[in-house]
């Protein structure tokens, strides 16, 4: 049979085969270099592994690290801080129980002393109910004026210049007289007063008939004792052409010159001065002043001689 196959085909054949052994051998070497190069392309990737996560944890190691120390750090900030704000509460509150203490020691302090004040208020209750049981009666209303107008004087003029229940020329007492110089000379103050019409006038738990009737009343009162002063304590020639009449409460003085002006007028073209406990001040302390004066003048040449030296 191969000498009917030819040289050309027998040469055919032998390349073919040479290739195909050819073509063997550079796919075995082929695989050869892939499986090589497949193992030193996964040593790599391990390796590449291997260092990707030594950093990893490397950078782990070292974030946790940091942020223990910033984890720390901020602990002993917000201890501090929360130390602070403890000490500044601590503070406040004890300034606050302070205040409330300081307070409260106040406000027992002014409770002890509204207690004392109530009690104060209870005696001059009494001591008012007792003045009013004075003013009923006459004889005590008169003595309350009387004294009242005592004090007054005797706090405001030296014993020479007043006596009290003096007698005039016409044999009359009167309840006190000031001694005081020309022109004005000696004026006499009566201290009783006609009392019963103006308490009726001014209780409103009476009938308004009643009231009425007891203000027309208190009028002829008034107008009937300012003429009886004008009568009997105007004297020429030992006193002053003018008297005063004392009213010994602030609050009839208000009414006489809030709702009665006639009476106020008649009075003064009577020459009878209205006084209430303050407007006497001023009386008296304007006769203070003219004594001092006229005691001044009489030593002016007291003082002249001492001024030339």
Not at 171 to 191: E, H, K, M, Y
Request: overall charge neutral; glycine content about 2%; some cysteine.
């Amino acid at each position: 049979m191969l000498s009917q196959i030819s040289v050309e085909t027998l040469s055919f054949i032998i390349i073919g085969m040479f290739f195909i052994i050819l073509q063997g051998i550079a796919l075995f070497w082929h695989n050869q270099f892939n499986v090589r190069h497949q193992q030193s392309l996964k040593e790599n990737l391990i390796d590449r592994l291997a260092e990707l996560t030594h950093t990893l944890e490397r950078r782990l190691s070292e974030n946790l690290l940091q942020q223990s120390r910033e984890s720390t750090t901020l602990q002993n900030l917000i201890h501090e801080q929360l130390k602070e704000i403890n000490f500044r509460v601590e503070k406040r509150l004890s300034e606050g129980f302070e205040k409330t203490t300081a307070t409260f020691t106040d406000i027992v302090k002014r409770l002890a002393l509204i207690d004392d004040a109530q009690k104060k208020l209870t005696e001059l209750s009494s001591n008012v109910v007792s003045l009013k049981e004075i003013l009923v009666d006459k004889r005590s209303r008169g003595a309350f004026g009387e004294v009242q107008l005592k004090n007054l004087v005797q706090n405001m003029l030296a014993p020479d210049n007043y006596a009290f229940q003096h007698t005039l020329s016409n044999g009359l007492r009167a309840d006190c007289i000031l001694f005081l110089p020309a022109p004005t000379g000696n004026i006499v103050i009566d201290s009783k007063f006609p009392l019963e019409n103006f308490q009726i006038m001014t209780d409103y738990n009476t009938s308004e008939m009643e009231r009425k009737k007891a203000h027309q009343t208190f009028k002829q009162d008034i107008k009937k004792h300012i003429n009886d002063i004008a009568s009997k304590y105007i004297l020429p020639n030992e006193t002053s052409d003018g008297a005063v009449l004392f009213i010994p409460a602030e609050a009839v003085f208000a009414e006489i010159h809030a709702h009665f002006p006639d009476i106020v007028e008649f009075s003064h073209r009577s020459n009878v001065w209205l006084t209430s406990p303050t407007t006497l001040m001023a009386v008296l302390t304007t006769a203070k002043a003219i004594l001092k004066d006229i005691a001044t003048r009489q030593h002016i040449h007291v003082i002249q001689e001492h001024l030339r030296f």
